[in-house]
């Protein structure tokens, strides 16, 4: 007996499609919300899903994408709208929509619609992307390496640097051929211990730890004390110092937690030629999920690509690439992206004039003070380019260890215990 899931805000419209679809033998389940409809969908894992796109908490068609995006659409979906339009309908074959019904809805219409879709032998999914796709580049493969070296000791991984679609990829490199996956920050209600029970032996990933509100952070607990039982990996990105997140109100413990085991992403910086082959990588990846229309690169865009300056916030790059790459996809007129597209979103050079102007408030102070701020700048500047390794720093400026800590307490730069060690 195929089972239906129908859902819809108006519970009239539920009762009614639940009577005539019960009435034809079939399995109905019921779901008000998007919310409710992701845990029916994770439970159960419904034949067809008869889904309404003007819903109050998240509507029909951002929920119907983050399946797609999330490889979670296995079973056909048939979307339904009083207020139809071609566009709607449209967008939602996009994103992989098997048909799209108008209310008030005709009992042929609903009932012929409901037989072809579950004859209907969805199209294969492409695989998530992953960095064994990077293997080509030496110093994505060494990160590779230390990835997965660090996931096979430890059941929580924190990615630092970059959120979202990056650090997703990463994430998916960990997890096993259909293992389960669930993306923590789509979950709004209470984690229990029978939803990690289903997901045993996967992985849950966290897009971006700055974004997650007081109910997610608790799931993040939760899930936390569970792993090793459950069998269960975590993959948790943040772009911003955990310090920040204390501040906002995380509780410290579970920060300390989570801050044990963590990798950045090596930069972009100094891998130029690299960079046509990873961009183009990545646009593949957005087209194949349906995020972008058909896109490919000029030979005069991947050379463009390769004069990008990187040297900003290095451990931002790959994020900035991403999202740059995307960009291009998503607002390039032509289905070939030109050199014209790349310098019309690229970052901008650093302009000497306008860093020089920025230190000119410098020149109107006495010269010890004005000396103390720039060596100040200087060494904040580049203990973040080094990561915090104050071995790095002390070759890069120049001084001794031991002196080097010295003047940058005297300097008010506090260090952590990490830098210290």
């Known amino acids: ?40 969908r994770t439970e159960l894992r419904p034949d067809l899903v008869l889904l309404d796109i ?22 056909p979906v048939v979307m339904m709208s009083g207020h139809g339009t071609i566009d709607t309908a449209v ?6 929509a098997f048909d799209f019904l108008e209310k008030p809805i005709g009992l042929q219409k609903l009932l012929s619609t409901v037989q072809k879709a579950l004859k209907h032998d969805a199209p294969p999914l492409h695989p998530p992307l992953t960095l064994e796709a990077f293997g080509r580049s030496a110093f994505v493969k060494e990160f590779k390496r230390r990835l997965e070296q660090a996931a096979a000791k430890s059941s929580l991984v924190m990615i630092k640097g970059v959120t979202g679609g990056m650090a997703e990829i990463c994430a998916r490199t960990l997890l096993p051929p259909r293992a389960p996956w669930l ?48 069998n269960l990996q975590i993959v948790a990105a943040v772009a911003r110092p955990l310090s920040s997140l204390i501040e906002a109100g995380w509780d410290n413990k579970l920060l300390t937690k989570l801050g044990e085991v963590w990798l950045s992403l090596p930069p972009l910086a100094g891998h130029a030629d690299e960079l046509p082959e990873i961009a183009s990588l990545l646009l593949t990846n957005f087209v194949e999920r349906g995020e972008v229309q058909s896109r490919r690169f ?36 032509e289905e070939e992206i030109s050199a014209e597209d790349v310098r019309r979103v690229a970052p901008v050079e650093d302009n000497p004039e306008s860093e020089k102007a920025s230190l000119l408030p410098l020149f109107g102070r006495p010269l010890r003070e004005a000396r103390d701020a720039f060596e100040k700048l200087y060494f904040e500047h580049h203990l973040r380019l080094e990561g915090g390794n104050m071995t790095k720093l002390a070759e890069r400026s120049g001084l001794e260890r031991t002196h080097l800590y010295r003047k940058m307490k005297q300097l008010g730069i506090a260090l952590n215990k990490r830098h210290e060690e």
């Open 1 to 40: 007996m195929a089972i239906i899931l129908v859902v819809d805000d108006e519970v009239g419209i539920r009762e009614l499609l639940s009577e005539i679809l019960i009435d034809e033998g079939y399995d109905v389940r019921l779901a008000e919300n998007a919310t409710a409809a992701r845990r029916i």
């Open 54 to 75: 003007w819903m109050p908490d998240t509507d029909g068609i951002s929920l119907l994408k983050e399946w797609h995006v999330g490889g979670q659409l296995s079973m």
């Open 91 to 96: 967008e939602a074959t996009r994103f992989g």
């Open 183 to 230: 993306d923590l920050s789509s979950l709004s209600s209470a984690l229990t211990q029978e939803m990690l029970e289903k997901i045993s032996g996967g992985l849950i990933f966290v897009p971006d730890l700055a974004v997650l509100g007081k109910m997610q952070q608790m799931n993040l607990a939760y899930a936390v004390d569970r792993l090793d039982k459950l």
């Open 298 to 333: 000029s030979s005069g865009a991947l050379n463009a690509l390769r004069t990008l300056p990187w040297k900003n916030q290095p451990e931002a790059s790959w994020g900035d690439l991403y999202v740059l790459v995307r960009n291009l996809a998503l607002t390039a007129l």
